[in-house]
């Protein structure tokens, strides 16, 4: 059965800071919010599309995900997902559409990247019930800053250079369980391993 | 809610963008009924999201903000929460699995491949059916085989099969599936290496599932 999550203590989960600026963008179209969220997370979006290999479009990947910030915008709810989360989202689509576009060998897909992964809140009819979400990041910092560094950096491997389990193993030279066994102890202490899965 | 579920080390490739468009799709169409993997991948994109940020910073363009502000000014309109859109499924294979041009191999058995809707994969990809109350030849997999239920049940030795239900099988199983119920019972699955039969209708397949 679901590990279930620990609801949150009050006064937790109140709008975070980007969260607000987004607003700002969403409903004023306001460009000093834009500006404010572009200092803070295009330089990190940078670094994103350079460790996942695509350099050379290391700025066009900031624009495009910027341009989607301001068409979406009006689209995020604060109650759904963190905008540093939705901002992930966001910056794995456009990374992903980059990829599809540069690799394609053939016509027209037939499935957009956004009908395979959705950006939280979007086209998401459940009732705003997930209280769980406005806490999760921070719950998620905390966790892993008490995580070992190799659990980390396995993780981040994942996420920021776009590997499988089995290309991390080769890169750091160990066995693929290992590897596996890494991110598996360190999803436990994230809560999101399911309790019959084998650790 | 489904029994059967993604383990956590796909949904977090998921989340990372480091799946295949079809391996991806299994889950997509699995996270749209199951809230239980939906709050696991949310909590996966808010990892995705510190790993992020903990990233060192690199220096933007200095007109990299110009552009944008001189983009903006000539972008479409700020998207409104449009209309719902076509489920992932509906867009790949129409309104009706029923009438996609079925081959049927054994009696109880028919198989549309659909590799080619992702033509940018290796992939072989799938649907299955098997009609309802029918039996398929036990068979092992070569390599793994992620099958989603997308209608009916199934059962074999490892349980019972809902629709949405998730299931990777490996080369350590043998799967002799029964469709349960008065539906038939459609998969889609991924195949990363070709079956192996070991029943007596193997060679009768194996045309097929090469």
């Known amino acids: ?199 | 809610m489904t029994r059967h579920h993604p383990d956590s080390l796909s949904l977090m490739d998921y989340s990372a963008g480091a799946l295949s468009e079809p391996h991806a799709l299994c889950i997509r169409l699995h996270l749209e009924k199951c809230v239980h993997c939906r709050s696991r991948v949310d909590t996966l994109n808010s990892l995705g999201a510190v790993m992020m940020e903990q990233q060192p910073d690199v220096t933007v363009s200095e007109t990299s903000f110009e552009q944008l502000l001189a983009r903006i000014d000539e972008a479409p309109a700020p998207l409104q929460n449009d209309a719902p859109r076509l489920s992932p499924l509906q867009k790949l294979l129409g309104d009706d699995l029923n009438d996609l041009p079925w081959k049927r191999q054994l009696p109880s058995v028919s198989v549309v491949d659909i590799s080619d809707r992702f033509p940018d994969q290796e992939e072989r990809v799938i649907l299955q059916k098997l009609a309802a109350g029918g039996k398929a030849p036990a068979h092992t997999h070569r390599g793994t085989e992620t099958t989603l239920v997308l209608q009916g049940a199934f059962s074999d030795a490892k349980g019972v099969f809902n629709q949405w239900d998730f299931v990777v099988l490996t080369d350590q199983d043998v799967h002799k599936p029964v469709a349960l119920g008065h539906e038939d019972c459609i998969t889609l699955s991924i195949l990363s290496a070709p079956l192996k039969l070991t029943g007596p209708f193997g060679r009768l397949l194996n045309p097929f599932i090469t």
């Open chain 1, 1 to 199: 059965m679901p590990t279930l999550e620990q609801p949150p203590a009050q006064g937790e989960g109140r709008k975070d800071p980007w969260g607000a600026l987004l607003e700002r963008v969403g409903k004023h179209q306001d460009k000093a919010a834009y500006h404010e969220l572009f200092e803070h997370f295009a330089p990190r979006i940078k670094y994103y599309a350079i460790s996942n290999g695509i350099a050379s479009h290391a700025e066009e990947l900031v624009q495009e995900v910027f341009i989607a910030i301001w068409r979406r915008s009006s689209l995020y709810d604060w109650r759904k997902a963190a905008a540093s989360t939705w901002i992930f989202t966001i910056a794995r689509n456009q990374r992903i559409d980059m990829l599809r576009k540069v690799q394609r060998r053939s016509a027209e897909m037939a499935v957009e990247t956004e009908d395979l992964w959705q950006i939280p809140g979007e086209h998401d009819d459940e009732p705003v019930s997930s209280l769980h979400r406005l806490t999760s990041e921070r719950r998620i910092r905390d966790s892993l800053s008490l995580l070992p560094q190799d659990q980390v950096t396995v993780i981040a491997k994942v996420y920021m250079e776009h590997k499988s389990h089995q290309m991390v193993a080769d890169e750091l030279d160990l066995p693929l369980g290992t590897v596996k066994s890494r991110v598996r102890l360190a999803l436990n202490k994230l809560k999101v391993i399911l309790q019959d899965e084998n650790l």
